[in-house]
């Protein structure tokens, strides 16, 4: 999804190649999503949006988490300092839109 989301990025700035890009780091930190199973099983029936919420929450403090940990080794792969919607540069309130989508979608793939 990284790889798209970069990519649709290049195409916003006219750049036709369409360049995804990633970091080795981030393989460990999307795995990590595979912990978000119990809390779905156990949310099962619950209204979608309060799932979509609890999910961003888990994937803000996924990101939040990760991203204090890397940063303070030099290795964060992603800064957002330059967002005005930024925490500590290293999460973007402006995505919880996207964080609460890509729950529901982790939810129908971690959950059949």
């Not at 156990?42 to 940990?69: D, N, P, T």
């Not at 005005?84 to 919880?96: E, F, H, K, S």
């Amino acid at each position: 999804m990284e790889i798209l989301w970069t990519g649709l990025h290049a195409f916003r700035v006219r750049n036709l190649k369409l360049i995804g890009k990633s970091s080795l780091w981030m393989f460990p930190i999307y795995g990590c999503a595979a912990f978000l199973a119990p809390v779905m099983r156990r949310m099962k029936g619950a209204h979608v949006l309060k799932r979509g919420l609890v999910y961003m929450l888990c994937i803000f403090s996924g990101e939040y988490i990760s991203g204090i940990l890397l940063k303070s080794r030099n290795l964060c792969p992603w800064d957002y300092s330059k967002s005005p919607y930024q925490l500590q540069g290293i999460i973007r309130l402006d995505y919880a839109p996207v964080w609460f989508l890509v729950g529901l979608l982790y939810e129908r793939v971690l959950t059949r």
